[in-house]
């Protein structure tokens, strides 16, 4: 018995050990997501950044302060800061921007990593540009179509 309930504690021990140092765990590491897009001749930005308690805040750019957009979901959430780990983003090297360029910026702790592209010869890894993809469709209304109505007689 006592075989048994050792070998049962080991056992957990192990298991606690393993999901700590590897994707076990739900704890997002990241504090933030910045991402935009933006330059040209004016050099403005739209800036938006996802917390990791799921809210999604734009940059006022004249009084360069932020404002609460939306909330995601827990699961959203997890979601985007898990596919950032998965894929590395973190630690990915990538600085090509251009006349117009697009940014996703990964905060952890006082650290952070900026990848930034513009020049269609030089796109993004595509782990980027479909994490950016989403990050834009939770602040943007997809155009739908005619959204006047009319008046017909």
């Known amino acids: 018995m006592k075989k048994v309930i050792s070998s ?3 056992a957990c021990i192990s298991m606690t ?4 140092f590897t994707s076990c765990s739900n704890k997002i590491v990241y504090s933030k997501i ?3 897009r933006g330059g040209g001749v004016t050099g403005k930005y739209d800036d938006y950044f996802l917390g990791k308690n799921g809210n999604v805040y734009k940059k006022d750019p004249a009084l360069k302060t932020f404002t609460k957009i939306k909330s995601l979901s827990s699961k959203q959430t997890k979601a985007i800061f898990k596919e950032v780990d998965d894929n590395k983003l973190f630690e990915l090297a990538f600085n090509h921007p ?6 996703i910026e990964i905060v952890k702790d006082s650290v952070s990593n900026r990848i930034v592209w513009g020049n269609a010869s030089n796109p993004p890894p595509a782990a980027v540009m479909e994490l ?22």
């Open 34 to 36: 910045m991402f935009g």
């Open 132 to 153: 950016f993809n989403k990050l834009m469709d939770q602040v943007f209304v997809p155009y739908r179509g005619n959204q006047f109505k009319t008046n017909k007689k």
């Open 8 to 10: 049962l504690a080991i």
């Open 98 to 103: 251009y006349n117009m360029s697009s940014y």
């Open 17 to 20: 050990f393993v999901c700590y």
